[in-house]
């Protein structure tokens, strides 16, 4: 497998590069990205090309055996562009320009920018897309990240228009899709919409959710721009892919995954603004997405981080033991290459304290040895387990459109999109169930349970989805606020949960956001939950059971008590739950189990902290047991058998693994 | 009595229009207030006009037997109007323009905008002004919320420096009386005077005070022109209202309503920010606060919650029994019609999350039996009841200049204008005892006891009011800070509290700003105060007594001990209260029950959130009571006599009463 | 010696000037300060010149025999210069223009600026350059203040682009050294490169880092210009000063004074935003900086607060005692003359909140009656005591430049350039050592201890000067994150503390920014901490020892435990300690008290409140004891010997003295 790291030879002397080279070498490096911030370099004035710098980089590192994948650099376009075609900068809310001396300063929807990028992306693709060693391409890097999503000045509004006039077509159907006659807001000009600048109060909902479609189809077409330009120039044989974020911003990376070759991420359970990292469960969500992108394509991790981060402020420092926690949970849920973010912290520049493998003064330590441990340890068995199948019984669903929707409308001050995610995700995650994160378009029969977690904006198409695969025999999970919206953010007529509420067995009459510190009380009425009590946040659907049994109720409020709160209906050969509050682990960890067990899906009791991950190849089985917590040891349980340390094909362990704080190791076992 | 519903047929197809009015046939619903946001709908071109939708509404709403309130639909401006006039939209403090996209985005000192609102109110007046069943008219919508009442634009700087010369007529005085001389800010030409932008620092107070001025000047003239423009062509018995909302706004409702009918208020006790309704006396004080607008005239609520409100964000679900509670209320301290908002849910817009009476869905269930119990209960006694007199022997001096002037300097990090305003309210509203929010032109001899709450901006002619209306043996009770400032926002000369200090026979040299968590302690020294002792916040005034004699001192502090807190002057045949920190409940229920008292006004003992208000009519007296507690039942003592239910002139109750949590009920007794 | 009040003669009617200046008389005012914000009164119109204002208020002035201060009054451009040079306002980063109606606003950069200022200085200087009773000028007031320090207005770039161009002489070097090359942002045009206007993410920390040194030099510059320009006119025994505010502003005071015949400082302990005042500890080290700013030069206290200070928000009001008390801290540290902010509050402008000696009433009560007790005290002994030596043994470094460097990057949300200053500051305080703040252009042999508290920007020849004084015997005391950047912001390549590792004898491969909550706990291992405990906070450097012995180590983590935490190293004659982490007080005194002893350096053991201040003069030695605490009495242990009152020459005190609460004396002792 591919393990690598991401170098900069630009900012190093020359002097210096046979050192590195050697000792990414001793590391057991054999790919290395390069170029992705180069513009300057390539391009010292409009028009006029130079690889030399790394012409002689791409040459020592081959002599080393390296392969290079390369990242075109329109993520920071240069000076003298800026200088010459300031229309190609962004704007604000406010209309305040964003100007030079970051990054990702440019907006995508500038066509001027789109024929800039063009030629730079072009001159690179004719000079290297017939390198022997180059084996891929990066676009740009991290799109729409440091909110560089969306951008508001004229070039983006007449962009909107233009979107806006090719799917409506015409204005009486914009008019009546996004409801504009509430206050007054007919357009009879394309002309006359807005970007969503400042105004008191708020924009239109269904502006708001087409501006964010708008910014994500922009980027999409801005990469299809850069992969076709690629793809005239270079051998069949070189990838394209682009490092993604996944965090909330309005960008769809599966529809922009689909023009590259597979996906990338950059992984960084902890970042500068962060006192700790994030939860396991979190990590492990953002791996899942990266599987999802390309409906369980393996990715690359084109960052992982391997120091303590951060801009003017810096991170929680990794302690030993994480590098390979972070590395091994990235392959065992699906990375098939792992990319070192970076070879080496800056001297200068915005991220000096962004950490790499080696610090500022070049020397290899701690962190080195770590990943040479890391990788010598997947020599063995690394290329077998990234082919391994990654068995999964339960979905996840989650779309953009629907995250865009809660951003625009929370509803509730408690509400989090990722927290409310996780809290519908992470009891499958501590049961060690393993499931994909899908969209509408996957094949429902594939899994037992579907979870479908604040499914607000739905999709027609996919509601009656659900309802087949429940008739079918198949168990769906829903949660508060499902069934609000339609596709144009506009609330269904339907009594809620609106299209879904023949299926839940269950209409919802009155609902409660819990806002500020306010809580409810939750208790179990029937089985599985009976006798268990709970507290409740962030918001309080009032169930009224038209067909499902009543699981759990509200209680102890004047007027709440008794309402029911959990639900479960019988749909043809299938079970449908709804969940209609935000009730804590407690209550959920228990319903997950009795719904997986019900469903014929093993599930694993394990401590808290410890994660296990099951990949299966055509003769090995292997799983990957990781100790998230950086104090305690823990006793797991293995699967029945006998289990050999995957590393060294050695050490056999059988019945309890006692697994030290931050250890992780890969056992296998013959199938 | 009116009892309607606020109503978008607009909004919803036509198909459904008959449904709705059938429900709220049913209800017993009589007027309809419609058409506020239908710019667009009425004018689609500018200069075009089409009454279509409207009068086929209004057909429809008549053929019920319903009458009709029409809203001017000036607070939407259209699209085509800011695109071809862009000139009307507003900027905030960094001279951003506040964009088209939700609503109130025009600056009422545009000309162009007076101009064009003038043509669209005269089209709908001549085209309605005659219509037998439109009973009258509401302005515009809620002036100045969402911050629009102050706006920074060009435009807005030209008509600021005209309205100085026209208060001012020269420079010289300008100058003098803003006190340039401070920072050399000498005018010598009026085109130099800005609106309050982004300064380092603040700006002079004085230009800060004349600013809140302009700005509620601006819309009083606005307004003024559409009533003259509707008073032109419409029948004299169609009313003209505008509903108000009293949150601090530069404005002064009191000289709109000069040229109203009568005023009308949007009564939201709980709203999308808050986790929970505001406290009973906020409720309380708002509708005194209208009720004092035109000088005890009944107003309408022309909007009153039905359901969760909100926008992004939704607020408290109210509780059954809030619906009848907080129409009871407003309807006991004084509205004499009630229109709910919304009639249902809004599918799409901004305002998707103001629940009506009518969810989403569009079916009838509690919210609406609520209401009808509601309408029912009223039809014995409503009319009656909204005639009787609101008895009143305490009158609150209430001033917007003042608060602005407050807003400007608020001194401590702990001052909130309507909390303290509250703090010195709440007390009297505790004691059952009834009360006017006044202002410096009623007659004080109507009144027993006059309570001057942080009276900082004085007016001279108000303080001589006040003082003879001691002499002649009423009671004044000041607060801390009082008599600070004159009217152009300029520290008095004479010592403190400047031309109150004879009348309360104290002065005061030294004062604290109780910062952060600051505060410091009281003790009763003397009668009715004697042994009390309490906490307080926000303020010190020591207080050196001339004549006054002292009630409370401060305690424990180095330096504060012993210096007098709370003071008693004798002024003729009055007396004089001086509460010189905001001490809090325990100590202000006591000296307000004993103040009270001695001035013969009657305090009825209740349990905390219990609240009676008591109506006299010619032959009836009324005495509402509510239960605010969502929780709690309480038993209260009801005045001496029989008491019937209004409702059904059946049950009878004497004595004891117990309320369960958010009842409410209207009990009548023959005089 | 003198002592004043400001005072502003335009902001009172002339028939009050007489009853001011005789209230003035009897407190023994000898000078006072006027017309630093006079300009629209000294210049009403362009090149239109009228001092009669002044004249007058002189001509009364002095015939009470008091001398006259006059500050320049470019603080205040008027009204009419800025509506004909709108050019010379500034901009904020998002360039928003900063507007006319506070002060300090116009930009330093502005030449049209310059040339305005000069016409004005030019006129006063010539017209009071030679008056008998004018002893010195003020130029402008309190630099920078307001954040009125950094402006990014267009002029302010072009003004930039040029300083670049005077600095790197070539756009190759620039690009070298600020590391351009990261992020492409090499620049092949001076007039690319911006002022850190709003960007994504953040702007080079090198640009960031030379647009603060930018900002400093404007500053400079304009100082220099008023400087040059009153020299030319006045009379050379009229002395030029200015009032410095010392709180982290883009400015090197040390620069600007250069240029002055000695510094002036504002002094407000507490300020309008403040709930209580500074620590005494806080207070002291601005004294150190007035008087480090000249090398131990006297300075003014150009404004002395006397009353509570705020503009829209008034702070804690001084307590009885407060005034003396700070005061003589002020003389104690270096102070030779006081002038007292203001002798009245204004009635009108921004600042009517800024308390004066009398109040507004314009009635001499408490704090008059406490000025006059400072004034008659200082009667006997305070020309002498000004002349006296101020003994210090111990230096600590302070450079601005640091300080922006750490306002680019804190690295840790937990810390704050002043309050970690503070921390190494602090203990030397508190044993009554007493230092100098110093730069590293001193004689480090007048020195036993220097202290270089978080000495991240570092400077070549100062770090060998540190080292060669160490090798003589001098003790040094370094702190976390020592040694990390050079001059260009750049990061050392050396291992950390880089250029200072040999010096301490250790290594820092690793470091842990404590974010949020986050603490580690330090135990002492070896004299003089064995046995001690404390918890640290912002950031923990891991040491390794390379000769250097272990104090303290880091315990109770899994991985930090048994770290170093706090070395000495034994270099040449002397010593050199690390303190690696923000170790609290309970560590750092005993510390401390351990260096000083070894030093030969005495230390007091006082109660925490109280400071003692020590001057040697030709004769007599001074200590002024200070009890900061406002609630306390304090024994305080007199150094040993007979001490006299200084102010009445009768008293004596031997071994133990008791303070009261805010109580502050002189004592003297012949030599």
Chains 1, 2, 3 share one sequence.
């Not at 994948?69 to 075609?85: C, D, H, R, S």
């Not at 600048?197 to 990469?223: G, I, M, W």
């Not at 990375?335 to 020397?363: K, M, N, P, S």
């Not at 029911?564 to 079970?575: D, F, K, P």
Request: proline share 5%.
């Amino acid at each position: 497998m591919f393990i690598g790291v991401d170098y900069y030879p630009e900012q190093w002397p020359r002097e210096r590069w046979e050192t590195d080279l050697k000792l990414m070498k001793e590391l057991g490096i054999n790919v290395i990205r390069i170029s992705e911030f180069g513009w300057t370099l390539m391009e010292p004035e409009e028009g006029t090309y130079d690889f030399s710098l790394y012409d002689d980089a791409i040459k020592l590192i081959t002599s080393y055996g390296m392969k290079v994948v390369l990242g075109t650099p329109t993520a920071t376009p240069p000076a003298w562009l800026i200088q010459k075609y300031p229309e190609v900068l962004p704007a604000d809310e406010n209309g305040v320009t964003i100007g030079f001396g970051a990054r990702r300063h440019y907006t995508v929807n500038s066509k001027t920018y789109h024929l800039l990028s063009k030629r730079i992306v072009e001159a690179m693709a004719k000079h290297y897309g017939d390198h022997p060693d180059v084996i891929g391409w990066q676009t740009d890097n991290e799109y729409g990240h440091e909110k560089s999503d969306r951008s508001y000045s004229e070039v983006d509004q007449e962009a909107f228009q233009e979107w806006l006039l090719q799917k409506y077509g015409s204005l009486e159907e914009l008019n009546h899709r996004w409801g504009t006659v509430f206050w007054s807001q007919t357009y009879d000009n394309w002309s006359q919409i807005p970007v969503p600048r400042k105004v008191y109060q708020e924009h239109n909902p269904s502006l708001l959710l087409d501006f964010n479609r708008f910014c994500a189809d922009a980027y999409t077409a801005y990469n299809r721009m850069q992969v076709e330009t690629l793809r005239e120039h270079i051998r069949e044989d070189q990838f394209i892919t682009h490092n993604f974020v996944y965090t909330g911003l309005a960008q769809d990376q599966k529809a922009i995954a689909e023009d590259l070759d597979f996906i990338s991420f950059d992984n960084y359970p902890v970042w500068g603004g962060l006192a700790e990292p994030i939860k396991p469960a979190a990590i492990a969500r953002q791996h899942d997405l990266c599987r999802g992108t390309k409906n369980g394509k393996g990715y690359w991790v084109m960052e992982e981080l391997s120091g303590a981060q951060g801009w003017s402020q810096i991170g929680y420092l990794p302690r030993p033991g994480h590098l390979k926690l972070w590395t091994y949970q990235a392959i065992a849920r699906g990375a098939e290459a792992i990319v070192y973010f970076r070879w080496r912290a800056a001297r200068f520049g915005t991220e000096q304290f962004c950490h790499g493998i080696l610090d500022h003064d070049g020397v290899p330590r701690r962190k080195y040895k770590e990943v040479k441990d890391v990788i010598d340890s997947l020599k063995r068995r690394g290329d077998d387990l990234i082919a391994a199948d990654f068995p999964a019984e339960v979905g996840f669903y989650h779309d953009p459109e629907n995250d865009w929707a809660w951003q625009i409308q929370p509803q509730s001050d408690q509400f989090d999109f990722i927290q409310e995610f996780l809290r519908f995700y992470e009891p499958a995650h501590a049961l060690q169930v393993q499931g994909n994160i899908i969209r509408d378009d996957v094949d429902l029969s594939a899994y037992k349970v579907i979870v479908v977690p604040i499914y607000f904006l739905t999709k027609k198409g996919f509601n009656e989805k659900l309802e087949q695969f429940a008739r079918q025999g198949g168990t769906v999970i829903f949660s508060y606020r499902t069934g609000v919206k339609d596709q144009d953010n506009v609330v269904s007529e339907k009594t809620l949960p609106g299209e879904l509420s023949n299926m839940c067995g269950i209409e919802v009459h009155e609902y409660d956001s819990l806002r500020g510190s306010r809580s409810a009380t939750v208790k179990g009425t029937a089985a599985p939950l009976e006798g268990l009590s709970a507290e409740s946040s962030v918001w309080c659907d009032f169930i009224e059971p038209t067909e499902a049994e009543v699981l759990a109720t509200y209680e102890d409020d004047e007027w709440f008590s008794g309402r029911a709160a959990i639900t479960r209906n019988y749909v043809g050969r299938g079970q449908v739950y709804y969940i209609g509050t935000g009730v804590d682990r407690s209550m959920l960890l228990p319903l997950y189990e009795a719904i997986f067990k019900e469903a014929g899906i093993e599930t694993t009791d394990t401590p808290e902290p410890v994660e296990m991950v099951t990949r299966v190849g055509d003769d090995v089985t292997y799983v990957t047991v990781l100790n998230h917590s950086v104090e305690e040891s823990f006793d797991v349980k293995l699967p029945a058998g006998k289990w050999i340390d995957a590393s060294n094909g050695e050490e056999t362990f059988e019945g309890t693994l006692t697994l030290k704080p931050l250890q992780s190791i890969i056992l296998e076992s013959s199938n």
